[in-house]
């Protein structure tokens, strides 16, 4: 049985109807990761109870019970979500041999909604990273050339969907790290409105730009697994009560009157000129569609790196300051406290990890505070009354997800700024706490190429329509690598 391109939609409706059990399910996707997980290492662990847990949601299913939502549908986790008794590292050697004492909020829900969770993903080392090859476990490579890289941080998770592992996986997203490595994979990704998921049981690296959201092959499936995760906790309080929430059958695909903002700071110098042709080329079909395309400006997105690569390592270098080695994970003894303590956390973290947290404590010292970390909140505010504005005139805001397709394995790891620059196009959203969808639009090289909607506070909806209109008029999703 071929699971490589089932969507969940489709692998539900078969398991319903007794088609095709859990356990035949898991069973393939399983035999697939027993075949290419070595090539690829998109998982850093693979559940041993997958099986077991597959049988009984059919004896379950078999007798008329309620399996929930996603019974039986296998699922990926990013390394940097705690499951209870799994091991948790988040990438780096600093947890070597932690172990989750509790489910994030996400766990829970997906596990009553009768999921089964088949491991860990790999990620870039405390998801600081846009490419998985900072991972304490290797890189993990693009399913699409195995000399390319995945995007990161949630490159396992992503390349885990695109490689027919699993349907569906889970990733963290601050700056674009679920939708730049689905636009590299050719996979859909959501990072949802700050706010509408839970981040209980995430290990945050900043907080207030931190998301968890779902990598799927279909935005309908996108929209399943959001409707199970999201919504009000009272374990975290940036959480929010929703007043309404999108269901996935009701997604319409009439894009007649839309009207949708096509930015022109996203389109300069610096873009493939492939990718750009890519989107152009999606951007029509969207007004043969139906839709109206309206020049827009935001005209502080130039300022948005900057501002994130100082507001987005100050609050790292704060959450990481708990790895200490001496409560959990790795430890490297030295003749004293502040030996010890520079010992294990010059063993423990990788470069990329060292970097953020010196340059974020370094905006954060007095003499700079107000020089750096506070000026890069005030255009932050700038950057967010922006697409605010511009909101107010289109529906959506459509632009590439990534300036160009995947690169080379090492082909930047040593050059952080033009690495940071592969997320010129996705970080404007977290700043301004707005959600994002990224959707398959085409190839260049023979290696995907991603268009991005961005659109209003909790309007997930739109996005989706928007996104399942498209694939309902393309093929780009359906595509897999041999």
Same mark, same amino acid.
């Given at each position: 049985?071929?699971?490589?391109?089932?969507?969940?939609?489709?692998?539900?409706?078969?398991?319903?109807?007794?088609?095709?059990?859990?356990?035949?399910?898991?069973?393939?996707?399983?035999?697939?990761?027993?075949?290419?997980?070595?090539?690829?290492?998109?998982?850093?662990?693979?559940?041993?109870?997958?099986?077991?847990?597959?049988?009984?949601?059919?004896?379950?299913?078999?007798?008329?019970?309620?399996? #929930?939502?996603? /019974? $039986?549908?296998?699922? !990926? %986790?990013?390394?940097?979500?705690?499951?209870?008794?799994? =091991? &948790?590292?988040? @990438?780096?050697?600093?947890?070597?041999?932690?172990?989750?004492?509790?489910?994030?909020?996400?766990?829970?829900?997906?596990?009553?909604?009768?999921?089964?969770?088949?491991?860990?993903?790999?990620?870039?080392?405390?998801?600081?990273?846009?490419?998985?090859?900072?991972?304490?476990?290797?890189?993990?490579?693009?399913?699409?050339?195995?000399?390319?890289?995945?995007? #990161?941080?949630? /490159? $396992?998770?992503?390349? !885990? %969907?695109?490689?027919?592992?699993?349907?569906?996986?889970? =990733? &963290?997203?601050? @700056?674009?790290?679920?939708?730049?490595?689905?636009?590299?994979?050719?996979?859909?990704?959501?990072?949802?409105?700050?706010?509408?998921?839970?981040?209980?049981?995430?290990?945050?690296?900043?907080?207030?730009?931190?998301?968890?959201?779902?990598?799927?092959?279909?935005?309908?499936?996108?929209?399943?697994?959001?409707?199970?995760?999201?919504?009000?906790?009272?374990?975290?309080?940036?959480?929010?009560?929703?007043?309404?929430?999108?269901?996935?059958?009701?997604?319409?695909?009439?894009?007649?009157?839309?009207?949708?903002?096509?930015?022109?700071?996203?389109?300069?110098?610096?873009?493939?000129?492939?990718?750009?042709?890519?989107?152009?080329?999606?951007?029509?079909?969207?007004?043969?569609?139906?839709?109206?395309?309206?020049?827009?400006?935001?005209?502080?997105?130039?300022?948005?790196?900057?501002?994130?690569?100082?507001?987005?390592?100050?609050?790292?270098?704060?959450?990481?300051?708990?790895?200490?080695?001496?409560?959990?994970?790795?430890?490297?003894?030295?003749?004293?406290?502040?030996?010890?303590?520079?010992?294990?956390?010059?063993?423990?973290?990788?470069?990329?990890?060292?970097?953020?947290?010196?340059?974020?404590?370094?905006?954060?010292?007095?003499?700079?505070?107000?020089?750096?970390?506070?000026?890069?909140?005030?255009?932050?505010?700038?950057?967010?009354?922006?697409?605010?504005?511009?909101?107010?005139?289109?529906?959506?805001?459509?632009?590439?997800?990534?300036?160009?397709?995947?690169?080379?394995?090492?082909?930047?790891?040593?050059?952080?700024?033009?690495?940071?620059?592969?997320?010129?196009?996705?970080?404007?959203?977290?700043?301004?706490?707005?959600?994002?969808?990224?959707?398959?639009?085409?190839?260049?090289?023979?290696?995907?190429?991603?268009?991005?909607?961005?659109?209003?506070?909790?309007?997930?909806?739109?996005?989706?329509?928007?996104?399942?209109?498209?694939?309902?008029?393309?093929?780009?999703?359906?595509?897999?690598?041999?």
């Amino acid at each position: 049985m071929d699971v490589s391109t089932m969507t969940i939609k489709e692998a539900l409706e078969k398991m319903n109807s007794g088609d095709l059990t859990s356990e035949e399910l898991v069973k393939s996707y399983l035999d697939r990761i027993e075949a290419g997980n070595e090539h690829v290492n998109a998982f850093v662990f693979v559940a041993e109870d997958v099986l077991e847990q597959a049988r009984e949601i059919d004896k379950r299913r078999a007798v008329g019970e309620d399996v #929930g939502v996603l /019974g $039986g549908i296998p699922i !990926a %986790v990013k390394d940097n979500m705690l499951v209870e008794g799994w =091991g &948790s590292a988040s @990438g780096s050697q600093i947890l070597e041999g932690h172990k989750g004492a509790y489910n994030a909020t996400v766990i829970d829900r997906l596990k009553n909604a009768g999921a089964i969770l088949m491991g860990r993903a790999n990620m870039d080392e405390f998801a600081m990273g846009s490419s998985t090859e900072s991972s304490h476990f290797g890189a993990t490579t693009n399913p699409w050339d195995k000399t390319k890289v995945p995007g #990161g941080s949630s /490159g $396992g998770s992503a390349a !885990a %969907v695109a490689a027919g592992f699993v349907p569906v996986a889970l =990733g &963290s997203d601050t @700056g674009g790290s679920i939708r730049q490595p689905a636009s590299l994979c050719g996979v859909v990704g959501l990072k949802p409105t700050y706010g509408r998921v839970s981040r209980y049981g995430l290990m945050a690296m900043a907080s207030s730009l931190d998301q968890i959201g779902p990598i799927t092959r279909s935005v309908e499936d996108a929209a399943i697994v959001l409707e199970v995760i999201e919504g009000k906790d009272p374990h975290d309080g940036t959480s929010v009560e929703l007043s309404n929430t999108t269901v996935p059958a009701l997604i319409d695909k009439d894009l007649t009157g839309m009207k949708l903002g096509l930015p022109k700071e996203y389109f300069v110098d610096g873009m493939d000129e492939g990718v750009k042709a890519a989107v152009m080329e999606a951007v029509e079909e969207l007004k043969r569609a139906g839709a109206e395309i309206i020049d827009i400006s935001l005209p502080h997105a130039q300022y948005a790196l900057a501002a994130y690569y100082i507001i987005m390592p100050a609050e790292a270098s704060s959450n990481l300051g708990r790895f200490d080695g001496l409560r959990y994970g790795y430890h490297s003894n030295g003749e004293n406290l502040q030996e010890s303590y520079a010992r294990t956390r010059g063993e423990g973290f990788g470069p990329e990890v060292k970097r953020r947290i010196m340059l974020g404590s370094y905006t954060l010292s007095a003499g700079y505070y107000d020089a750096y970390y506070r000026k890069a909140l005030k255009v932050r505010s700038l950057i967010k009354k922006d697409f605010d504005e511009a909101l107010k005139e289109v529906d959506a805001i459509v632009t590439p997800t990534s300036p160009s397709v995947a690169w080379g394995i090492g082909e930047k790891f040593n050059d952080p700024l033009t690495m940071y620059l592969s997320d010129i196009y996705t970080i404007s959203a977290n700043l301004a706490t707005i959600p994002a969808l990224s959707v398959p639009c085409g190839f260049v090289k023979n290696l995907p190429v991603g268009l991005q909607f961005m659109g209003r506070p909790f309007d997930e909806y739109t996005l989706f329509k928007l996104g399942a209109a498209y694939q309902e008029r393309t093929d780009w999703h359906t595509k897999t690598p041999s």
